[in-house]
């Protein structure tokens, strides 16, 4: 199997060729293959709706009105009546199944990326968890010095109990901090088997980068179908428009039957066609509500694509924002590392000198590992949120 490693070049794929699927199990890659399988076949046949079917029919009649015998005769035909002219809902037909193709395709897709970035971020979330277990442990080592020195404050009279009863109700609360940890890791790895049959702890975690905004608008898959939408409400405007107004439609026939024995000498055909055409146009009185209803729901949606690029550009922002923010917190965590680095470097060497203990020294040197960890979990955090832009976008570059 490909690494998740290739995750940013992947999502750069339309979603036919995108192998980041590969994370789903084989029965949710496929019923999205069919539901977008169903969307071109559904969409082929909506196009087609305008070409009225071919009639094809047999009948056989027997009659008993010859004195002496039976009479039996057949018929069969095949007729059209095919419209060829709707004041233009034909040609508008066929947009509105090329627009609704798009709309519902785009909203396939998106299914499909959210879910694929469901079980990614479960995977950045199983790091995260080996990080939080990694610092609560550190903490839990420090929880115990901590007792063991306000221990032998107390014996000796100089703290008060008070303050070691704090230190060790702290260790507690690390303590079931550490198991709800390991509890959080086991829910994530039932909620990523039903996602996925492949192993976490066999993939390696991607890398994502910040997308350029423009790009990020370009391709983002909501504003996509709701673009799409409202296409789809403009054509609808002209096919109930189209509705209302003169239709031209051929008809044809061919007939091939027996003839009734009173006819026999008449000179009529057994074979023969009728042909022609009709031109219509219904009058409703609810032809200006209907035309009006179909404009306001075109209004709507070419309001609901404005109201989407709002959106686009503050989920966009804010996503930066929070970048911005997760930045200034790494850069924290490594100023305290450095801190905490010299004070282990000093404690150490105090500890040498008999002014301090090895606890003291082990106290700092957890203190700096936890700073580290800390950076180590903000960094998994700024993949979160950009993961959050990557399953909008269906092109990355």
């Known amino acids: 199997m490909k690494k998740l490693l290739s995750l940013c070049s992947l999502l750069l794929l339309p979603l ?21 399988q169903r969307n071109e076949l559904e969409s082929d046949k909506l196009s087609k709706s305008w070409i009225n079917p071919v009639r094809l029919r047999y009948n056989q009649n027997r009659t008993t009105q010859f004195p002496g015998k039976t009479i039996k005769t057949g018929n069969y035909s095949v007729s059209i009546d095919q419209p060829i002219f709707r004041s233009g809902g034909i040609y508008y037909a066929i947009k509105y199944a090329d627009a609704l193709r798009s709309a519902n395709r785009a909203d396939i897709v998106l ?3 959210k879910m694929i970035g469901d079980a990614v971020s479960i995977l ?77 702890e066999a993939l390696t975690l991607p890398k994502l980068k910040l997308i350029d905004k423009a790009h990020y608008r370009e391709g983002h898959l909501e504003l996509k179908r709701d673009v799409e939408r409202a296409r789809e409400s403009d054509y609808e405007v002209h096919i109930t428009t189209a509705k209302y107004m003169p239709a031209l439609s051929l008809q044809g026939q061919y007939i091939d039957g027996d003839l009734n024995p009173l006819w026999a000498t008449s000179g009529i055909k057994e074979r023969y066609y009728n042909y022609g055409f009709s031109v219509s146009m ?28 709002e959106t686009v550009n503050e989920e966009y922002d804010w996503i930066t924002n929070s970048l911005h923010i997760l930045d200034r917190k790494i850069a924290l965590s490594k100023k305290d590392e450095k801190v905490y680095d010299n004070l282990y470097k000093l404690t150490k060497n105090l500890a040498k000198a008999g002014e301090k203990t090895s606890l003291d020294v082990a ?31 269906e092109h990355v570059l």
């Open 124 to 200: 950045f979330n199983l790091k995260k968890n080996v990080l939080q277990q990694e610092k609560m442990k550190l903490q839990i080592a420090n929880d115990k010095i901590d007792i063991r020195q306000k221990r032998d404050s107390y014996n000796a009279g100089i703290l008060d109990s008070s303050f070691l009863d704090q230190a060790i109700l702290k260790k507690s609360q690390d303590e079931a901090n550490l198991l709800e940890l390991q509890l959080a890791r086991l829910e994530l790895k039932q909620r990523f088997s039903l996602l996925s049959d492949k192993k976490p």
């Open 282 to 309: 219904p009058i409703d009185v609810n032809s200006f509500t209907d035309i009006e209803s179909s404009k306001v729901a075109k209004l709507k949606a070419a309001t609901q694509v404005l109201d989407r690029q």
């Open 16 to 36: 036919a060729a995108d192998e980041l699927g590969d994370i789903l199990s084989q029965n949710k890659t496929l019923m999205f293959e069919y539901d977008l």
């Open 363 to 393: 106290v700092m040197k957890n203190s700096r590992q936890i700073r580290r960890l800390d950076a180590k979990i903000y960094e998994i955090d700024k993949q979160l949120k950009l993961l959050q832009l990557y399953i909008r976008v």
């Open 111 to 113: 299914q499909r990326r």
